[in-house]
């Protein structure tokens, strides 16, 4: 083998096995997959990524198709154990683990089961809460949630003497996190409140007793209303040049969207701010545009009387991109993702095959920090090396006009002062085929 190939095999290798002494993603599978111990309502899973530190979720249910169960491994290593709870006797469970490594790059295993066929005991282990609390309470109702380490059902007991709780309501779906309305409570009454958690087989779990005192108010309760919006104007710690983070307050507890565009009173994307009951609102948007206006309208829901509150007409401007780099640019951040940058986006160059046929050089890879890398959109990766993607400049070698490759047009520069009052750079000029094609756009 010749010294310059072996040369550029091992750039080629480093390139894509490193990063800042990150790992890369050359994965070839779970290994060692294995569920034992299965007793008490409860089963034990081990597996490795054996070249491949990652943490790991594992989704698991009784159909293949709704694995709508899960647990996690948080912990980043090559093996991993941990507990599947809440299994039922006599089933069969389906289950696939999902592996992510430190670069947030993830990687699914095949859809696999177990049975409980033969498990040793009943689940004799009680549910156990991970989280009560009291929502609100208004004059004539209360809105409570809980959530336990494993789905249950629910009854609340609840009256306004201590020692004798009277009334009850029964919660049937089994779900880890519940939300509950309670209504026709008397207005300016101390209650007391209790919890008390069923799982699939019985098991019960006790929660803390709740006092709590009713407004003394008649009738139904105040308006909804949406106050202390944020942002309205500039604002350096929420508004960013892809991102902006909406915060808002509402005096009833309830859900809410927000809708969003570029033009006002025409919102073209619509998002959930806020799934469960919520005082204090909050969501983050991104893949916005730089340097862009967008017009925004919320929408709270009220939970206690099913009403609504729109405001609209609120908006923000993003700013510009932190450090500006030119288009066609090849950047890479602390990761191993080598990145093409076209206008606004930044485009993955998958395999370092695709790399060398597009006739890029090694030493035109700039690192820049993740900061200003992450300025950029996720563009479409770049997976063929049969055309170049906009941003590139080329050349035919049997001409010397000079293109700029943009909406998937070769746009000829019309003159060398053109070429470099825009600020390009001759040596980056690809020479390519006759064989790849382009419409012909206007001048620069």
């Not at 809440?86 to 089961?113: C, H, M, P, W």
């Not at 101390?190 to 005192?213: E, M, Q």
Request: hydrophobic share 30%.
């Amino acid at each position: 083998m010749k010294t310059l190939t072996k040369i550029a095999l091992i750039i080629t290798v480093i390139f894509f096995s490193t990063g800042c002494n990150h790992q890369s993603m050359a994965f070839d599978g779970f290994k060692n997959i294995e569920v034992y111990d299965i007793e008490n309502g409860a089963a034990k899973i081990k597996w490795s990524t054996p070249n491949w530190q990652t943490k790991g979720i594992i989704y698991f249910g009784e159909s293949p198709s709704k694995l709508e169960r899960y647990t996690g491994y948080s912990l980043y290593n090559y093996y991993h154990e941990t507990s599947l709870s809440g299994l039922q006797k006599k089933k069969t469970y389906y289950f696939k683990i999902v592996a992510i490594d430190r670069l947030e790059n993830s990687k699914e295993s095949f859809l696999q089961s177990f049975s409980t066929k033969n498990m040793k005991k009943d689940d004799i282990i009680k549910p156990q809460f991970k989280e009560q609390k009291i929502l609100q309470v208004i004059n004539n109702a209360v809105a409570i949630s809980w959530a336990t380490n494993e789905e249950t059902k629910a009854v609340i007991y609840y009256g306004d003497e201590e020692d004798n709780l009277n009334k009850t309501v029964k919660v049937k779906s089994f779900q880890k996190g519940h939300e509950l309305l309670i209504y026709k409570l008397k207005s300016g009454t101390k209650y007391y409140l209790k919890i008390v958690a069923i799982d699939k087989s019985g098991n019960k779990t006790n929660g803390k007793r709740f006092i709590f005192n009713t407004n003394d108010y008649k009738g139904s309760g105040p308006n909804l209303l949406i106050s202390d919006i944020k942002p309205l104007s500039h604002d350096e710690e929420l508004i960013f040049s892809r991102k902006v983070i909406i915060n808002f307050k509402t005096n009833l507890i309830a859900k809410s969207v927000i809708q969003y565009g570029v033009a006002s009173e025409k919102y073209k994307y619509k998002k959930t701010v806020s799934k469960s009951r919520e005082l204090k609102h909050q969501i983050t948007l991104t893949r916005l545009e730089p340097d862009t206006t967008y017009y925004y309208k919320i929408t709270a829901s009220d939970s206690f009387n099913k009403k609504k509150k729109i405001i609209s007409g609120m908006t923000f401007t993003t700013g510009s991109l932190k450090k500006r780099i030119s288009s066609g640019s090849l950047v890479r951040g602390s990761g191993y993702k080598v990145y093409f940058i076209s206008g606004n986006n930044k485009l993955w160059i998958k395999s370092a095959s695709v790399f060398n046929k597009l006739g890029y050089k090694w030493d035109w890879i700039q690192t820049i920090d993740n900061v200003y890398l992450n300025e950029y959109k996720e563009g479409k990766s770049i997976e063929s090396s049969k055309i170049h993607p906009d941003g590139t400049l080329i050349k035919y070698s049997h001409s010397r006009t000079v293109y700029l490759i943009e909406n998937k047009k070769k746009r000829p520069f019309s003159s060398a002062e053109s070429f470099v009052e825009k600020g390009y750079s001759w040596n980056r000029i690809m020479t390519v085929s006759k064989n790849e094609k382009y419409k012909t756009g206007k001048y620069l």
